[in-house]
């Protein structure tokens, strides 16, 4: 069983007059670092001068340091910048300003994961990836609530690793929801498999077919579009709140039948296999290759497949049918 911590298990102790450098002030950099502050924590950012995220970060309070100057001056340093842009920075302006028993702390673990980052030996490496964008991590805690995380010490080099990754935890308000202790293996395979497998391409795919196959049916595209993938916000809203045997029951027997009857037949082992192919290429860190490679290129193909969704007839069709139902409320 999966160890899982809360706010009883945590303490914002080991971080207190320590100066915590957010490297990064995007959606989850912004969301960590005013959570942090809000938690009675000295925090600092680290960013690339001139850019809008300084004046943001400026105007919100936080001083703000070119990356080089903020780690220097930091006792705990917050990776939150994009995964492909980290090897570089890390190389260039963080790796060699790092002080001698500094945390160092990352949302995901694929670069450390997959040896694109190698920390030096004399500091922690922990991770704390909430389960969630920072949108949400940012509006759950103002609410009082939290996003539930993930936590992983990767070098204990002081002892107290996972005291300051829990403590970061607390800080950003995850031990409120629970914070479940996994390694960067874990975190980083899953993380890869999932999106691949369920919840960017294989629902994207589901739901394109979908769609197709009652286009090529006669129907309206339109009337497709509602039944084929506006609705599965409904479905995965009762998912999420009840689990899928709730959403079962939160749906008609009809549905609920053919659901049963047909959903095996179409999302069968065949599909199983394949996910587990995929998921092997993960493993086998092939993906993570691939992947760096098409990035050093400037992403040729994932430009080109981006464009061929744009194109896809369900978005065109779903443009109209989104500016009919969310019109209505702007007005």
């Known amino acids: 069983m999966a160890r899982i911590y809360t706010d009883k298990d945590a303490s914002l102790d080991p971080l207190r007059g320590r100066t915590i450098a957010v490297i ?173 497998n369920v919840l960017v391409g294989g629902l994207m795919e589901l739901l394109k077919k979908g769609f197709e196959v009652m286009v090529e049916l006669g129907y309206q595209p339109e009337v497709a579009y509602f039944e084929a993938i506006n609705e599965a916000k409904l479905i995965m809203d009762l998912i999420w709140e009840r689990g899928i045997y709730g959403m079962l029951n939160g749906v008609s027997e009809t549905a609920r039948y053919g659901g049963l009857t047909v959903g095996p037949r179409i999302i069968d082992d065949e599909v199983k296999r394949k996910m587990r192919e995929a998921a092997e290429r993960v493993r086998s860190g092939e993906f993570a290759k691939e992947w760096v490679a098409e990035y050093e290129r400037g992403a040729p193909n994932l430009k080109r497949m981006l464009e061929g969704v744009k194109a896809h007839p369900a978005e065109k069709v779903g443009e109209e049918v989104r500016k009919l139902m969310f019109g209505q409320w702007q007005k």
Do not use: C
Not at 47 to 59: H, I, P, V
Not at 133 to 139: A, H, K, S
Not at 149 to 161: D, F, R
């Open 24 to 196: 990064g002030y995007g959606i989850q950099g912004r969301a960590q670092a005013l959570n942090l502050r809000d938690s009675g924590l000295g925090v600092i950012i680290g960013l690339r001068r001139g850019g809008k995220s300084w004046e943001l970060a400026e105007r919100e309070g936080f001083k703000v340091f070119e990356v080089p100057d903020a780690v220097r001056r930091a006792d705990v340093v917050m990776v939150l910048i994009p995964d492909m842009e980290q090897p570089k920075v890390w190389r260039e302006q963080i790796g060699p300003n790092l002080k001698n028993g500094a945390v160092v702390d990352f949302a995901h673990g694929f670069n450390i994961h997959f040896g694109l980052i190698k920390p030096p030996s004399n500091v922690d490496v922990v991770m704390v990836a909430p389960k969630g964008p920072g949108r949400l991590v940012r509006d759950e805690f103002v609410a009082g609530r939290g996003v539930p995380a993930l936590v992983a010490v990767h070098q204990n080099y002081s002892g107290k690793a996972l005291q300051y990754a829990l403590a970061i935890a607390k800080g950003i308000g995850a031990t409120r929801a629970g914070v479940i202790e996994t390694t960067f293996k874990e975190e980083t395979e899953t993380d890869l498999i999932g999106e691949q």
